[in-house]
Structure formats: C-alpha cells, structure tokens
T-cell receptor
Framework: DAEITQSPRHKITETGRQVTLACHQT?????MFWYRQDLGHGLRLIHY???????NKGEVSDGYSVSRSNTEDLPLTLESAASSQTSVYFC?????????????FGPGTRLTVL | GNSVTQMEGPVTLSEEAFLTINCTYT??????LFWYVQYPGEGLQLLLK?????DKGSNKGFEATYRKETTSFHLEKGSVQVSDSAVYFC?????????????FGKGTKLTVNP
C-alpha cells in the first residue's frame, strides 16, 4: 500500500544545530507540504512543493528550508534550530492541483529544541 | 485573507450523545471544505469533504453540509462513541489566491466518556 513516512519520529536537539526532518511518500504525488502543529494555532504551512525542483514558502517559513530533488522526498531543514521551533511537524502530499484533492498526512515528528 | 474559525474546545460528551462542532470560513472564490480528524499520537486523516455549495460530505456517521449563504460547514454526528475521541480540524482549500493549500482551523478536541 502507498504511504507517507516521516523520520525520525522524535528528535531532541540543541539551539543552533542544523536539523533535517525526512518525509518520503510512495503515492507518486506531485504536491508535498510541511506543516507545524502548535497548541492554539492548529496547523500552519511552512513550505510546499508542486513538483521536482519546485519549492515555495508558506505562512511560517522563516528559519526553514526544503529541497525537492525527486518526486518521493521533501526533507525539511532547520538551519539553526531555535527553541521557538519546538513543535510537532507533519508532512503531507496530494495528487492534483485543483484544491479539491485530499491531502495525506504522515505520522508526524516531535521536535524538541533545548 | 482566507481563514477558518471553529468552536473552541474541549468538548466532552457521553456515549450516544449528539455532536455538533461549528465551523465558519472566510474565503474568496469557491473553496472546497474539509474535516480532518487526528487520533491520539497519529497524523491527520480526512474525515469528509464537500467541494461545492449544498454538497453534503459524510463518513463514519459524521455529516457536514457546505452552506455558502452562511459560510459554514458544521460537523454533526447523531450518536458518538468512545472511539470518536480525537481532535477535529475544519479546513478549506482552493480559495482564490490559495489554490490547493489547506487553511486549517485551530482544532476542537472531543472526548467521549462511556
């Protein structure tokens, strides 16, 4: 069965370190998204991609970057981790452009920045 | 801009009670509307959706009707079960200027007691 996976599931790091969160999907979807989930804020979009070599900034992109070198993967990098980036991160993917399509979510990565 | 407002939680009900979670939206154009559910420790999964006015989405006993005149998409279930305990998110996409990006409400935590 097709799926979307994230790794690691839990990560503790220190302020100032570079961290990369992995997202891998086997749906062969063109669109991939990264969200962060914080209490009182719901989910907020960090970055998204409509295909290979395409990346776009979302609502809360400062301090984060992504790259899309193939269809299956969209890694999220925190260049210099800050305590404000402690959160749960979700990756998602969808097939088509129209806005009617379902997004499929990964299980999440809980990141703690000390 | 595009936004979603849903009722504040938490909501606590007894098994077999009637559930309503209110959701209203602000958007230009003709968005699609979604309810996603997040069970403890998991990622989000689609519960139901509606892509045009007066459409009713339904799944697992849950229903929501896309009301353009009141800009609402309230979630209802006639008889909740303990297994329905989760966080519920209302979301929209496909609004003008937003394409397929999802805009989420802040979530409503539902606890159902036996």
């Amino acid at each position: 069965d097709a799926e979307i996976t994230q790794s690691p599931r839990h990560k503790i790091t220190e302020t100032g370190r570079q961290v990369t969160l992995a997202c891998h999907q086997t749906w062969n979807h063109n669109n991939m998204f990264w969200y962060r989930q914080d209490l009182g804020h719901g989910l907020r979009l960090i970055h998204y991609s409509y295909g290979v070599q395409d990346t776009n900034k979302g609502e809360v992109s400062d301090g984060y970057s992504v790259s899309r070198s193939n269809t299956e993967d969209l890694p999220l990098t925190l260049e210099s981790a800050a305590s404000s980036q402690t959160s749960v991160y979700f990756c998602a993917s969808s097939e088509i452009w129209t806005g009617t399509d379902t997004q499929y979510f990964g299980p999440g990565t809980r990141l703690t920045v000390l | 801009g595009n936004s979603v407002t849903q009722m504040e939680g938490p909501v606590t009900l007894s098994e077999e009670a009637f559930l309503t979670i209110n959701c209203t939206y602000t958007a230009t154009g003709y968005p699609s509307l979604f309810w996603y559910v997040q069970y403890p420790g998991e990622g989000l999964q689609l519960l139901l959706k509606a892509t045009k006015a007066d459409d009713k989405g339904s799944n697992k006993g849950f229903e929501a009707t896309y009301r353009k005149e009141t800009t609402s998409f309230h979630l209802e279930k006639g008889s909740v079960q303990v297994s329905d305990s989760a966080v519920y998110f209302c979301a929209l996409s496909g609004a003008q200027g937003g394409s397929e990006k999802l805009v989420f409400g802040k979530g409503t935590k539902l606890t159902v007691n036996p």
